[in-house]
Nanobody
Framework: VQLQASGGGLVQTGGSLTLSCAAS????????MAWFRQAPGKEREFVAG????????LYADSVKGRFTISRAYAANTMYLKMDSLKPEDTAVYYC?????????????????WGQGTLVTVSS
């Protein structure tokens, strides 16, 4: 499965961005998907995950209440709406498709990864 992430860019503190992740095949429609991010000099971390049908979502504490994950089942696309962005949200954001139908925060549960899109939040 190929995943294509897009939508990153430069935004000021307090601004918003929406990331998209398009999957190449419908097989991901039965799998959980998630967003991870990696800031310069830091390890990759979980941001948000969504179950196969969008019925369950999972968020890192650092983004809860500011980010919203969703997916368009028919379009095989996942989104991450990011509001109230902070400089500490600056990172390369990666989308991933999981081996199971329920989202997990563990990166070992994800078998397909997109190339990443850079989000830069200026102070």
């Amino acid at each position: 499965v190929q995943l294509q992430a897009s939508g990153g860019g430069l935004v000021q503190t307090g601004g918003s961005l929406t990331l998209s992740c398009a999957a190449s095949r419908r097989t991901v429609s039965n799998n959980a998907m998630a967003w991870f991010r990696q800031a310069p000099g830091k390890e990759r971390e979980f941001v948000a995950g969504i179950s196969w049908n969008g019925g369950n979502t999972l968020y890192a504490d650092s983004v809860k209440g500011r980010f919203t994950i969703s997916r368009a089942y028919a379009a095989n696309t996942m989104y991450l709406k990011m509001d109230s962005l902070k400089p500490e949200d600056t990172a390369v954001y990666y989308c991933a498709a999981g081996r199971r139908s329920i989202a997990s925060s563990a990166d070992t549960e994800y078998t397909s990864w997109g190339q990443g899109t850079l989000v830069t939040v200026s102070s």
